[in-house]
């Protein structure tokens, strides 16, 4: 253990400011840190963890880390190793999902739940919202399955009972639909994502032999991004937390912008009053961006009044101005954009992966895509299709999950004719009506095909043929790798020649992230040679695109703001910077707190760039092929006037520069 002290005192002497010192050091209690845009709050994390195993001795499994993605996770777990100078596998550093999860699997029958439950992804809830919906001759312009999926995760994040509610036939209708989706993944063995964390407070509140045996197992629990957490995730901390109320939590009230899902800054004051006698520590020196980018965040953000009050400052020099382009139209503003990327790349040494471009919705980036595609740039969209959401990597899994659990109906829609089997879909329906009927499972009608009426001969041996292709596939996961049996089911299944004939064009495209999915496979087999069916599932089905990006890839990367959370890059363009664009045309108008997260978001947005930042607005935008005059943001008035340099690349003020105040 001394030696291991030793490594992190050196380290601890070179790398941390007398703040972080302060919070790595800080023992028992609840402690609060304030942590500034790129101030350094992960590294305190993990020097916070090694420092109470090796200078107080605390046991490895007795901590948990919680953050907002696996990425983050992994970080942590690997900066926490290299500073003890050895692997500890104990540590629990995961995403509240992947906890819950843990904590489902092994206490899943204290809530009547089934432990081999599937985990629905957010395209799964919105097909089984549709499929509801359309069972109820429900018109779906009107209840739309996104946006109503959306209410039930609000409902969830605050453990909410929405029937106390109902007023409208609307809202009647609305809380039909959801008690449908309720009661279809209760007969079917699934749980959706919010439900995890759900079921995880229910367990905790409704078995208290279970949240002590947590609260005993995790003596110190540490929370990263405290400000992106909702009621449910707060619960969770606050139930485990607050009887040894050695809770870290960290966070900066001024990037709170989830709040569309739940998330507030709130918890910021219900932590002080739930974990009384708590120590606050602000972190303000800032080892990211030049002081110029600094001053004009802060600059922006204090015209917020609900955030405490502090000053980011760092060590990296004034650094350039900010610039800010105004153009006549959009395509105009893309073509500007892409050519000084071009110019940034060949003549100033900056590589493509040093820059990204933010907007305010997904809509915009369509101009900047066809501009990159024009000069041949490399791109990736953040956000965009995950590799998990791809057709042919669902349609796999789909099989995989099936086989793992035969109650998963939303799998079993999905493959049972692909490829084709001549089983349509009014045979579909008998099946699906009869297992309603029966309350049985979808698989189950199946393999009674020949008692349902209606399914005629020549289709009841198909469906056997399908059945004894499931279940024969399934004898062999027993004798083979997850990686060698994900390629005996494609063969098995003639995936690869029904992918040929379904999409000719796109097969070699198709082919190849099929070839990444079992590379996926393989890598995870060598870090876990055990590596199972179920676990594999899991841990595909709390990916999130930004765990599925790689810094190191030569492309720019293109995203909403929303995405550009937690990361960093040298050059930053955010474009679309119109009022009713940015912000967002349905937060001008109505509760101030709205407009408070736009301009938080256009911070988070500022304080991802390290070097350089481009702002830029046309005044004219296109929106559903119409023209429309548009002012420059609100936001960009509120930039400090010595901190920026103005182009106007208009027609009227074609080329002209001006550092003072624009109109």
């Known amino acids: 253990m001394g030696i291991t002290f030793q490594r992190i005192e050196m380290f601890k002497q070179n790398e941390l400011n007398p703040q972080q010192k302060e919070a790595?050091?800080?023992?028992?209690?609840?402690?609060?840190?304030?942590?500034?845009?790129?101030?350094?709050?992960?590294?305190?994390?993990?020097?916070?963890?090694?420092?109470?195993i090796g200078e107080y001795g605390i046991k490895p499994w007795s901590i948990l880390g919680v953050t907002f993605t696996n990425k983050a996770a992994s970080e942590m777990q690997q900066r926490v190793a290299r500073l003890?100078?050895?692997?500890?596998?104990?540590?629990?550093?995961?995403?509240?999902?992947?906890v819950c999860l843990r904590i489902l699997r092994i206490e899943a029958a204290h809530i009547k739940l089934p432990s081999h439950f599937t985990i629905v992804d957010e395209e799964d809830k919105k097909s089984i919202l549709k499929n509801i919906i359309d069972e109820s001759e429900m018109d779906r312009e009107i209840y739309n399955?996104?946006?109503?999926?959306e209410q039930i995760s609000r409902w969830k994040s605050y453990e909410f009972t929405p029937e106390i509610e109902i007023q409208s036939t609307?809202?009647?209708?609305?809380?039909?639909?959801?008690?449908?989706?309720?009661?279809?993944?209760?007969r079917t063995d699934c749980l959706d994502f919010d439900d995890l964390l759900l079921k995880t407070v229910e367990l905790f509140k409704k078995e208290k032999t279970v949240l002590e045996k947590y609260r005993k197992k995790w003596q110190y629990i540490l929370v990263d991004e405290f400000q992106d957490t909702n009621h449910i995730q707060y619960e969770f901390t606050r139930l485990l937390g607050e009887k040894h109320t050695n809770v870290c939590v960290v966070g900066d009230e001024d990037q709170s912008i989830y709040s569309w899902r739940g998330a507030t800054p709130e918890n910021f004051f219900r932590f002080q009053k739930d974990f009384p006698g708590f120590k606050i520590i602000k972190l303000e020196q800032n080892y990211r961006s030049t002081q110029n980018i600094l001053d004009s965040a802060t600059a922006v953000i204090s015209n917020n009044i609900k955030r405490s009050d502090k000053k980011l400052w760092g060590t990296k020099g004034k650094g350039d101005y900010l610039r800010l382009y105004k153009f006549d139209q959009s395509r105009d503003e893309a073509e500007f954009v892409i050519r000084e990327i071009l110019n940034l790349v060949h003549r100033q040494d900056y590589q493509y992966n040093d820059i990204a471009i933010f907007y305010r919705t997904n809509y915009l980036s369509r101009s900047f895509e066809i501009s990159c595609k024009g000069y041949h740039i490399p791109y990736v969209i953040i956000g965009g299709v995950r590799f998990f959401e791809r057709k042919e990597i669902k349609d796999i899994l789909a099989y995989l999950k099936l086989i793992a659990n035969r109650e998963d109906e939303v799998s079993l829609q999905r493959i049972i004719n692909i490829p084709s089997r001549g089983i349509g879909t009014t045979t579909l329906n008998r099946l699906k009506d009869y297992a309603f009927e029966n309350k049985v499972s979808l698989f189950k009608a199946l393999l009674t095909s020949n008692k349902i009426e209606g399914v005629k001969k020549n289709i009841q041996e198909k469906i056997r043929s399908f059945v004894d292709l499931i279940q024969s596939i399934s004898q062999d996961l027993k004798n083979l790798k997850l990686s060698e049996f994900v390629l005996f089911l494609i063969e098995e299944t003639g995936y690869a020649d029904y992918l040929k004939n379904f999409s000719p064009e796109e097969f070699e495209?198709?082919?190849?992230?099929?070839?990444?999915?079992?590379?996926?496979?393989?890598?995870?087999?060598k870090k876990d040679p055990s590596l199972?069916?179920?676990?594999?599932?899991?841990?595909?089905?709390?990916?999130?695109?930004?765990d599925e990006w790689d810094s190191q890839d030569q492309t720019i990367s293109l995203m909403?703001?929303?995405?550009?959370?937690?990361?960093?890059f040298k050059v930053v363009f955010i474009v679309g910077m119109q009022d009713g664009v940015f912000p967002?045309?349905?937060?001008?108008?109505?509760?101030?707190?709205?407009?408070?997260?736009?301009?938080?978001?256009?911070?988070?947005?500022?304080?991802?760039?390290?070097?350089?930042?481009?702002?830029?607005?046309?005044?004219?935008?296109?929106?559903?092929?119409?023209?429309?005059?548009?002012?420059?943001?609100?936001?960009l008035e509120e930039l400090p006037e010595d901190k920026l340099e103005f182009f106007d690349q208009s027609t009227l003020g074609k080329h002209s520069y001006s550092t003072m105040r624009f109109y």
């Open 24 to 52: 790595v050091e800080y023992k028992d209690g609840p402690l609060l840190i304030m942590a500034g845009a790129g101030s350094g709050k992960t590294r305190v994390i993990t020097y916070r963890i090694a420092y109470l």
């Open 84 to 98: 003890l100078h050895r692997k500890i596998n104990d540590i629990m550093i995961r995403t509240f999902h992947s």
């Open 145 to 149: 399955p996104k946006k109503i999926g």
């Open 170 to 186: 609307y809202e009647k209708e609305m809380f039909e639909i959801y008690r449908n989706y309720e009661n279809y993944k209760k």
């Open 509 to 525: 495209s198709r082919r190849g992230n099929i070839s990444e999915l079992i590379q996926d496979i393989r890598e995870r087999e």
């Open 532 to 546: 199972g069916l179920e676990n594999y599932l899991e841990e595909a089905s709390l990916q999130t695109s930004i």
């Open 560 to 568: 909403t703001l929303h995405n550009a959370k937690g990361l960093e």
């Open 584 to 635: 967002h045309h349905r937060n001008l108008n109505e509760d101030p707190e709205d407009l408070e997260e736009e301009r938080r978001l256009f911070y988070v947005g500022l304080t991802r760039a390290r070097e350089r930042i481009y702002t830029s607005y046309s005044v004219i935008r296109n929106f559903f092929q119409q023209n429309i005059p548009s002012e420059m943001s609100r936001f």
